[in-house]
C-alpha cells in the first residue's frame, strides 16, 4: 500500500541519490494529446533543493514534449524505481517551471543544484524546477531487479561532435528543428 510522505527527509533525499536514472511524466490538456514519459539520467541530474522542490537540468533531445506540457499546463510527475536492493517506486507530483539556458536564474541554479554532470554547455537546454506537491511511494514488487553496468557516452559524444562540426550554432539549429514543437503541436523551445 502507498505511503504519503510530508517531506523529503533526508531518508528520502539518501534513497533518490542512490538511484541510477529517473523518469518524467507529462500529459496535454487536449484528451487526444499524447501523454509522455521520458527516462532521465544520470541521477546526477537530478537534484532536491528543499523538502517541497527538486530540479533536474534538460538537455537537447530528439523531442521537447516535457517542456510543451509544461508551458501549457505544468503538471508533471518524476518517478523513481529501485533496480537493486529493496523493492520500492517512488512518485513526486507537482507542478513544474522551465527555466532555460538563456535565462539569468538558469546559473544560479546550476550553482544551487551542484549537478554532477557538466555536458557540453549548448546542449543544455533548461533546469526544470518541480515543486512537488504529493510525495508517495509503492510497492515496487512488479520491478525487475537489474544490475548497473555504467553510463552510455552516446549524448556527451553527439554534442561534442555537433560543436566540433559546426560549434554551438549546429546545435541551436537542430534545436530549432526537433524541439520547436510537440509531437502535438504544442509550442516547446519555439516561441
Not at 91 to 100: C, N, S, T, Y
Not at 168 to 175: D, F, L, N, R, T
Request: glycine residues 8%; aromatic residues 6%; hydrophobic residues 45%.
Amino acid at each position: 500500500m502507498a505511503k504519503i510522505f510530508e517531506r523529503i527527509d533526508d531518508h528520502l533525499r539518501e534513497w533518490i541519490a542512490a538511484q541510477h536514472l529517473y523518469f518524467v511524466a507529462t500529459a496535454p490538456l487536449d484528451a487526444e494529446g499524447h501523454v509522455n514519459t521520458s527516462p532521465k539520467g544520470p541521477i546526477g541530474t537530478l537534484r532536491v533543493l528543499d523538502d517541497h522542490t527538486v530540479a533536474y537540468l534538460d538537455m537537447v533531445g530528439s523531442g521537447a514534449e516535457t517542456i510543451a506540457h509544461l508551458r501549457e499546463n505544468g503538471r508533471i510527475v518524476v518517478m523513481l524505481c529501485a533496480f537493486e536492493g529493496p523493492p520500492r517506486i517512488v512518485r513526486l507530483h507537482g507542478r513544474g517551471e522551465i527555466v532555460p539556458a538563456g535565462d539569468p536564474r538558469f546559473a544560479q541554479l546550476l550553482e544551487r543544484a551542484e549537478f554532477e554532470i557538466h555536458p557540453v554547455e549548448a546542449s543544455r537546454r533548461a533546469v526544470i524546477v518541480v515543486a512537488v506537491e504529493r510525495i508517495a511511494d509503492s510497492c515496487g514488487y512488479g520491478v525487475p531487479l537489474m544490475s548497473y553496468e555504467g553510463e552510455r557516452p552516446h549524448m556527451e559524444a553527439w554534442a561534442e561532435k555537433k560543436m566540433r562540426v559546426g560549434g554551438a550554432e549546429a546545435i541551436e539549429a537542430y534545436k530549432a528543428e526537433k524541439n520547436a514543437v510537440s509531437i502535438d503541436g504544442l509550442p516547446a523551445l519555439g516561441d
